[in-house]
C-alpha cells in the first residue's frame, strides 16, 4: 500500500534537473545578443510596482517577479525558460529609433507610439485600459519636454494589428469614442476584426477563458516552484478590457499601397490565417522599420494555442514572412513587434525573419511528410527534431508555442482528430474508459505502476495512470497526490512557459480540488457585449440554448430591434424561431402567426437575455412592448442556461448526460 503521498508541492528531482541540465548544455547560452538588445536604447524605467484601477484592485503587480532577478536558474525552472522570463521582465519605455518608441513589459502586449503630425499614433493597446493609460502618461511625462511635443501629447491614430484582445482592449483609455464614429481621429484595423474579435472572445469565451487560466498559470502562485512567466510576457492584466468598432479597415485592395496615417509613410500587408484569423504586418518607409505585429517573435509561437481557438496555417505563416522579406528585407533597418523586443539593423531584422519563416515551414511540411508515410498525430510529434540551425536560434525556442503540440496541430489542420485507426474512431469517453481500465487491472495496482514509472523518472506515463485512476474514482486521493507530483516534475521541466503553467495548475487542482469563486477571469465584458451585432448575438444565444427544456416544443417571435443612440446601427426587425431544439433567425422577415412580437432596444434586449431574472424583467419593464402568448415567452426565456467557468479540467465532471445521439 502506497502511504507517503501528500499534496505539499515538491523539489525537483534528479531526473528533472539532468533533464534541465540538458538543455543548459544544449543551448548557446554565451550569445548575449538578445539581452543586449531588449536593454537597448532604455528612456526610462517604469516608475511603479504595482498598476492599479479605479476599485483600488491590482491590474498588474510586476513586485511578485522580482525573484527572477537571481542571474542562476533555479533547478525547478527549465533554465531557457528562466531566461526569457528576465528578458520579459523588463518595464520601461524604450527607443526603437527616432519617433518610435515602446512601453514594454507592463501587460502581457508591447503598446508602440509613433510621432505624427500632430500627435502619437498608437499601435496596439494592450489588455485593459489602466495599462494603455499608464503607458501614454508614462510615454508623455518622460518625452514631452525632450521632444518639445507641445499639443501633440493626444492620440492622433491607433492602429490594431490582429484581433486578440490583448492588443484592442485598452482603446477606450486612448481615444474617445465619438471622436473615432466622427473620424475626428483614425482608427485602423484589419478586415474581419471586429467580428473575430467579437466572436472568439464570446461564441466559445467561457471554455476559452477557462483554459487560459490554466495557460496563463492565473491560478498558482509567482515563484520558482510556480508561474514565471508565459514566455511570450509576465501575464494578461487583470484590469477593464473595452472595444470600440474601427473606422478604417485595410483589406487587400487598400494595402501594400502607401498611405499617410497623422503624416507618417505605412504600406501595410496582409496576414490572415496566420497567428490570427484576422492580422496584418506594416512597414514605415520614412524610419525603415518594419511592425511585425505577433507573427514574428522571440519564440515559437503556438498553431493551435492552448486556450483553445481556431487551428492556424503555419505554411500561410511562413509565406507572409518571406513575403515580408521580398518587400521590405532589403532596406529595413528596425523591426518590432507586439511582443518582445526590436531588432537593430538590417541584418539581425533579416536573420529573424529567416529563421521564423523556415522555422514554420518545416514544421509544416515534415509534419505532412511524416503523415504521408503513415504515422499518425503522437508518432510524429513523439519523434519530431528539428535541425540545430533552426533548433539552436533563442528565437524559435518554445518559451511560449511548443514543437510537439504544434505538430499535432499541423497534423489536425490537414487531418483532423482522427489518427485513421477505427478502433480509435469512437472511443468511450475519459470517464467510462477510465473505469473499465480500473475493473480489468484494479485502483492498487496501477497505483503501483504509477508509483513505479514516478520513481524511474517516466512522468508522462505517472501522470496517464493517475489520471485514469482519478477519472474511475476522483477520491482516490493518493492517485491524485501522485498525479499532481508527476505534472509538477513535467511543468518544472517545460521549456514553454505556457507549457508550465497548464502542468502546474493541474497538479494544483489535483491536490485542492476545482476552484469555486465568484471571480472567474473572462473577456466577456460589457464592452465586448455591446459591440456585438444583433446577428452576431443571437448566434451566441443559440449555443446557450438547452434543448432539454424546450423538447421539441417550437417557438416564434417578431423581434423589433431599435439601435441606442450612441451605436449607429439601424433599427432593425428579426423572426426567431426554436425549431428541433435549434434556435434560428431571420432578418427582416415577419410571421403574423408567431407567439408574440418584442419591442425592445439594442441594450435592453442584450441585458434581458444575460439576466437571471429575464422573464420577470420583460413583464414588470414598461420600456418593453410584448404581445402575445406570455407563457410561451417564459418558457423560452428560460431555456437558455449560463456557462458554469469553474469546470473540472483534470478530474470528471458529473453531470446528466446530454440529451440526442
Not at 485602423?188 to 469565451?205: D, H, R, T
Not at 502562485?221 to 508565459?230: E, S
Not at 508518432?379 to 514543437?403: C, H, M, Q, W
Amino acid at each position: 500500500m502506497i502511504n507517503n503521498l501528500n499534496k505539499s508541492q515538491k523539489d525537483a528531482t534528479k531526473f528533472t534537473i539532468e533533464a534541465n541540465k540538458k538543455i543548459l548544455d544544449y543551448l548557446p547560452f554565451e550569445n548575449i545578443n538578445d539581452i543586449e538588445d531588449a536593454n537597448a536604447n532604455k528612456e526610462i524605467d517604469f516608475p511603479a510596482d504595482i498598476i492599479y484601477g479605479k476599485e483600488n484592485n491590482v491590474v498588474m503587480n510586476f513586485k511578485q517577479f522580482n525573484f527572477l532577478n537571481s542571474e542562476k536558474s533555479p533547478e525547478t525552472v527549465n533554465p531557457s525558460l528562466w531566461r526569457q522570463s528576465q528578458l520579459v521582465n523588463k518595464q520601461a519605455l524604450y527607443k526603437v529609433t527616432e519617433g518610435i518608441y515602446q512601453v514594454r513589459n507592463i501587460d502581457l502586449s508591447n503598446i508602440t507610439f509613433i510621432l505624427g503630425n500632430t500627435g502619437w499614433i498608437v499601435i496596439d493597446t494592450m489588455t485593459s485600459t489602466e495599462t494603455a493609460n499608464a503607458a501614454l502618461n508614462l510615454v508623455n511625462e518622460t518625452l514631452s519636454e525632450k521632444l518639445q511635443l507641445k499639443d501633440k501629447t493626444r492620440v492622433s491614430a491607433v492602429i490594431i494589428t490582429h484581433s486578440h484582445v490583448d492588443h484592442f482592449g485598452g482603446i477606450k483609455a486612448l481615444v474617445n469614442e465619438k471622436d473615432v464614429i466622427d473620424k475626428k481621429v483614425e482608427y485602423i484595423a484589419p478586415a474581419g476584426f471586429s467580428e473575430e474579435a467579437l466572436s472568439e472572445n464570446i461564441l466559445a469565451g467561457n471554455v476559452m477563458s477557462r483554459r487560459a487560466s490554466y495557460m496563463y498559470g492565473n491560478l498558482i502562485d509567482i515563484n520558482a516552484k510556480g508561474g514565471v512567466g508565459c514566455g511570450l510576457g509576465l501575464a494578461t492584466s487583470q484590469g477593464t478590457i473595452s472595444f470600440m468598432e474601427p473606422n478604417k479597415l485595410i483589406d487587400e485592395n487598400s494595402a501594400k499601397v502607401t498611405q499617410t496615417v497623422d503624416g507618417v509613410k505605412v504600406v501595410y500587408l496582409m496576414a490572415e490565417e496566420t497567428e490570427a484569423p484576422a492580422e496584418m504586418l506594416f512597414y514605415f518607409p520614412d524610419h525603415k522599420a518594419i511592425c511585425l505585429s505577433e507573427d514574428i517573435n522571440h519564440t515559437l509561437h503556438n498553431t493551435l494555442t492552448m486556450r483553445g481557438a481556431k487551428v492556424r496555417n503555419p505554411a500561410k505563416w511562413s509565406k507572409v514572412i518571406d513575403e515580408v522579406i521580398q518587400l521590405w528585407g532589403n532596406e529595413a533597418q528596425y523591426s518590432f513587434g507586439s511582443h518582445h523586443w526590436p531588432q537593430f539593423g538590417n541584418a539581425s531584422v533579416v536573420k529573424q525573419l529567416n529563421t521564423q519563416r523556415n522555422l514554420y515551414k518545416y514544421i509544416n511540411d515534415q509534419t505532412l511528410r511524416l503523415a504521408n508515410q503513415g504515422l499518425t498525430m503522437h508518432e510524429i510529434a513523439e519523434n519530431f527534431v528539428l535541425p540545430d540551425s533552426l533548433a539552436k536560434e533563442f528565437t524559435n525556442r518554445g518559451y511560449y508555442g511548443n514543437l510537439k503540440h504544434n505538430v499535432r496541430a499541423t497534423y489536425q489542420l490537414y487531418q483532423g482528430w482522427w489518427d485513421g485507426n477505427p478502433s480509435n474512431y469512437d472511443p468511450h469517453t475519459p470517464t467510462e474508459e477510465a473505469k473499465k481500465y480500473v475493473e480489468m487491472i484494479g485502483e492498487e495496482k496501477i497505483l503501483e505502476s504509477a508509483h513505479k514509472a514516478f520513481e524511474n523518472g517516466d512522468y508522462r506515463w505517472a501522470a496517464t495512470l493517475t489520471n485514469k485512476l482519478v477519472f474511475a474514482n476522483p477520491k482516490n486521493q493518493n492517485a491524485r497526490y501522485l498525479g499532481a507530483d508527476a505534472l509538477e516534475q513535467l511543468g518544472y521541466q517545460a521549456e514553454s512557459g505556457a507549457v508550465r503553467n497548464y502542468y502546474l495548475t493541474g497538479a494544483k487542482e489535483l491536490r485542492d480540488g476545482t476552484p469555486n469563486s465568484a471571480n472567474a477571469p473572462t473577456t466577456t465584458s460589457s464592452d465586448i457585449i455591446n459591440g456585438m451585432s444583433t446577428e452576431m448575438f443571437l448566434d451566441y444565444m443559440a449555443v446557450h440554448l438547452n434543448p432539454a427544456k424546450t423538447g421539441e416544443e417550437e417557438f416564434k417571435f417578431n423581434l423589433n430591434i431599435s439601435n441606442n443612440a450612441q451605436i449607429k446601427r439601424e433599427n432593425s426587425n428579426y423572426l426567431i424561431a426554436v425549431q428541433s431544439g435549434v434556435l434560428l433567425y431571420w432578418k427582416d422577415k415577419k410571421d403574423p402567426n408567431a407567439n408574440g412580437t418584442i419591442e425592445i432596444t439594442n441594450s435592453q434586449f442584450k441585458e434581458l437575455f444575460l439576466n437571471k431574472d429575464s422573464a420577470k424583467k420583460i413583464q414588470k419593464n414598461v420600456d418593453i412592448k410584448y404581445e402575445g402568448d406570455k407563457q410561451k415567452l417564459i418558457t423560452f426565456l428560460g431555456a437558455f442556461e449560463k456557462s458554469e467557468f469553474w469546470f473540472p479540467i483534470v478530474e470528471p465532471k458529473t453531470e446528466k448526460k446530454p440529451r440526442g445521439n
